[in-house]
């Protein structure tokens, strides 16, 4: 009997620390992004839904899901915000969480927008820059980028700056979700947050642009383990070489969703546990096949945006 009851113990106390850990998944949707987090309590978050419905929606319906507590729309364009019009119509949300940028050279955005406002039961948030998300009692998530302030533009690099930019962490560890910010804005959380970046898991910006991934930012994240939303042979030519390269200088290990999902665990806190990536304890890394490296110039310096004025009104020198 008392085998028994050790072993009844022993199957509770497993259950409850797979609860207790937080999950994330992310998802290969092609040269686009959608990550998948289950946080400690339960809870689901899903932020962005790639450039198509179907792989977000074949991932979500082999893992069960009928209701996403929080989606998250980093900013407007069509590789983050397409696969969200799937999700709004065939998942109850239960809150969306926006930036306040309109991309005039986009319509479905606004669709997106007006299924989340006209959903039962969905609640819309536009996040602020240093506040808390109440998602999880055990997780702090912190918005460190958005865009509070209404902007209309088709700019690329405005829009990317606009990105919700979310720091979760749990159990001693940072996961960093960078949307597609661009080097300014980075630099710019730099100075306003220090070392409140520090994270162990990065979501690197902008599908490894070399716009991004700012050789200061890197030294503020110090990640041990670098995850790339990339499709292959993408004509961007992501992920960029000499950000690879920086990623590396850094300490971090690179995996990308070239071929598959990628997945990372932050175990319940407990001593003795070693973080996992795709299941396995510390797994060596190499990026297998390679991807193509086309170097591409960008003749426009976003730094003088309105995100950036924005961002910079929050930020102090060091």
Avoid at 101 to 107: F, K, M, Q, V
Avoid at 116 to 130: D, F, I
Avoid at 204 to 214: D, E, K, L, W, Y
Avoid at 220 to 225: A, D, E, H, I, L
């Amino acid at each position: 009997m008392k085998k028994l009851l050790a072993c009844f113990a022993l199957l509770i106390l497993t259950a409850s620390s797979a609860r207790a850990q937080l999950s994330a998944y992310f998802i290969n949707v092609g040269q686009g992004d959608s990550t998948y987090i289950v946080l400690p309590n339960g809870h689901n978050v899903l932020i962005d839904g790639g450039p198509s419905g179907q792989p977000v929606l074949n991932f979500l319906k082999a893992k069960g899901v009928t209701t996403i507590d929080h989606v998250v729309l980093t900013h407007p364009h069509g590789d983050h915000f397409m696969g969200l019009k799937a999700v709004f119509r065939n998942f109850q949300v239960k809150n969306f969480y926006d930036t306040r940028a309109d991309n005039t050279d986009a319509i479905m955005d606004d669709d997106v927008r007006a299924q989340a406002a006209s959903m039962p039961g969905c609640k819309v948030h536009y996040p602020e820059v240093g506040s808390t998300l109440n998602w999880d009692s055990r997780v702090t998530v912190k918005v460190l980028n958005t865009c509070t302030d209404s902007i209309k533009t088709k700019d690329s690099a405005e829009l990317n700056n606009c990105s919700i930019a979310l720091r979760f962490f749990y159990n001693g560890h940072g996961l960093l979700m960078t949307g597609d910010i661009e080097s300014p804005v980075e630099n710019a959380m730099t100075k306003l947050f220090k070392s409140g970046l520090q994270s162990t898991y990065l979501k690197v910006s902008h599908h490894g642009s070399n716009t991004s991934s700012a050789p200061k930012f890197l030294e503020r994240v110090q990640p041990r383990v670098a995850i790339v939303s990339v499709g292959r042979d993408n004509h961007y030519g992501h992920p960029h070489k000499e950000i690879l390269d920086r990623l590396m200088g850094a300490g971090a290990q690179i995996f990308t969703t070239l071929d598959s999902d990628q997945s990372l665990v932050i175990p319940a806190t407990r001593t003795g546990v070693e973080l996992m990536v795709n299941g396995q304890i510390d797994m060596p890394v190499s990026l297998t096949p390679a991807p193509k490296f086309v170097m591409t110039n960008h003749l426009r310096d976003p730094a003088d945006s309105a995100a950036m004025r924005q961002l910079m009104n929050e930020a102090t020198p060091e």
